[in-house]
């Protein structure tokens, strides 16, 4: 069956600009992730959303990073005023409930501000 | 809070030559143990997992034992080919769907 797709796959963007990043996770996943990956500070959680409970935003860096799912299924993560520090790869995960955390990441977007 | 550390890189050899990785974990409670692999220009996979003490993860000809006395979990081959070089993560998650927890990754290179 199709995996976790993420749209899109490079993002080139001038500093202060907007940005949305999308996830699709895998059909019938409860729960999705984001984490970004960047060369000084490896893979970082940045938030996760589990069927209809409030999400644990406890990872992102700043009040310029948001994310939200919609009908328990895509998710956008947008994130505002673009600084080059968010140059990276951000992940997008999902897992079934109760499947001992086993998390299925898509392929990821990069992410450059100029 | 839970961390994991694992051996930096990069770590090169020759193939059919062994492989160990070694990754340590610092958690409360008993987590659930995994090794991720990131091949070239791919997506992170999962390579194995464990989810209680004692566990052995294995796939691919890797192995990994989940060592609570030692709070361990490195990853082994007996013998590693070209098509291993990647980049390979040890990482950890609580109880339930939580957060996965990722130590900094070691890029293993092998040579002919």
């Known amino acids: 069956g199709a995996g976790v797709s993420q749209s899109p796959s490079n993002k080139v963007t001038e500093k202060g600009k907007d940005v949305e990043l999308r996830c699709d996770p895998i059909?019938?996943?409860?729960?999705l992730y984001w984490y970004r990956q960047s060369l000084g500070q490896g893979l970082e959680f940045l938030i996760y959303f589990q069927g209809n409970s409030a999400p644990d935003k406890s990872g992102l860096p700043s009040d310029r990073f948001s994310a939200e799912r919609t009908g328990g299924s895509v998710s956008t993560l947008t994130i505002q005023r673009t600084q080059q520090e968010d140059s990276a790869v951000y992940l997008c995960?999902?897992?079934?409930?109760?499947?001992?955390?086993?998390?299925?990441f898509g392929p990821g977007t990069r992410l450059t501000v100029l | 809070g839970d961390s994991v550390t694992q051996m930096e890189g990069p770590v090169t050899l020759s193939e059919e030559a062994f492989l160990t990785i070694n990754c340590t974990y610092t958690?409360?409670?008993?987590?659930?143990l995994f090794w991720y692999v990131q091949y070239p220009g791919e997506g992170l996979q999962l390579l194995l997992k464990a989810t209680k003490a004692d566990d052995k993860g294995s796939n691919k000809g890797f192995e990994a034992t989940y060592r609570k006395e030692t709070t361990s979990f490195h990853l082994e081959k007996g013998s590693v080919q070209v098509s291993d070089s990647a980049v390979y993560f040890c990482a950890l998650s609580g109880s339930g769907n939580t957060p996965l927890v990722f130590g900094k990754g070691t890029r293993l290179s092998v040579i002919a």
């Open positions: 958690a409360t409670g008993y987590p659930s």
């Open positions: 995960a999902s897992s079934l409930e109760r499947s001992y955390n086993e998390q299925f």
């Open positions: 059909s019938g996943h409860t729960a």
